[in-house]
T-cell receptor, first 113, second 112 residues
């Protein structure tokens, strides 16, 4: 298993600003993902954070809006840029353990006013 | 991408067995089926994973028929603490390739 922490746990931001969310894992992992979970909804994959190269984004998500860094095998950041109220969600990072088992962080609850 | 369908909600009583079914008609050959549990204000927690037939661990069983177009999560003797949202996830992870589609989730409420 893997222990994952995220910072901040929650934040309230004004529209037009940006927020960077950090994800720290207690062990080196190859695969790391970022998800979004809108209020009362399921999880949607935003992107795969690739170590040493550009992230791979899912349909509907773009790098200019959600830039991702992955400087090493234990850390990643997701930035939500030029925020609007529609970006209010919980953002979660996850890592893959053995046999496709994903472990999720506690999430970052973002409210945009 | 494999689309999944789950019941929106289910109620049960303590001590009963609960079965939650997920439909995934267009599951691909490489796809695994994984179930997660999520409590409010927490990230999802892995419960069980399978490819075909039956898988059992200390908390649940997963039944997958031969055509793999559906799967059933079975929780034996539920307690109040099992009240949560349960998601099925169909997909695969291989190197840089990944296809991950979460179901809409089933809110399980366990009543005393």
């Amino acid at each position: 298993s893997a222990v994952i922490s995220q910072k901040p746990s929650r934040d309230i931001c004004q529209r037009g600003t940006s927020l960077t969310i950090q994800c720290q894992v207690d062990s080196q992992v190859t695969m790391m993902f970022w998800y979004r979970q809108q209020p009362g909804q399921s999880l949607t994959l935003i992107a795969t954070a690739n170590q040493g190269s550009e992230a791979t984004y899912e349909s509907g998500f773009v790098i200019d809006k959600f830039p991702i860094s992955r400087p090493n095998l234990t850390f990643s950041t997701l930035t939500v840029s030029n925020m609007s109220p529609e970006d209010s969600s919980i953002y979660l990072c996850s890592v893959v353990a053995s046999r496709y088992e994903q472990y999720f962080g506690p999430g970052t609850r973002l409210t945009v006013t | 991408l494999a689309k999944t369908t789950q019941p929106i909600s289910m109620d049960s009583y303590e001590g009963q067995e609960v079965n939650i079914t997920c439909s995934h008609n267009n599951i691909a050959t490489n796809d695994y089926i994984t179930w997660y549990q999520q409590f409010p204000s927490q990230g999802p927690r892995f419960i069980i994973q399978g490819y075909k037939t039956k898988v059992t661990n200390e908390v649940a069983s997963l039944f997958i028929p031969a055509d793999r177009k559906s799967s059933t999560l079975s929780l034996p003797r539920v307690s109040l603490s099992d009240t949560a949202v349960y998601y099925c996830l169909v997909g695969f992870l291989s190197g840089s390739a990944r296809q991950l589609t979460f179901g809409s989730g089933t809110q399980l409420t366990v009543l005393p």
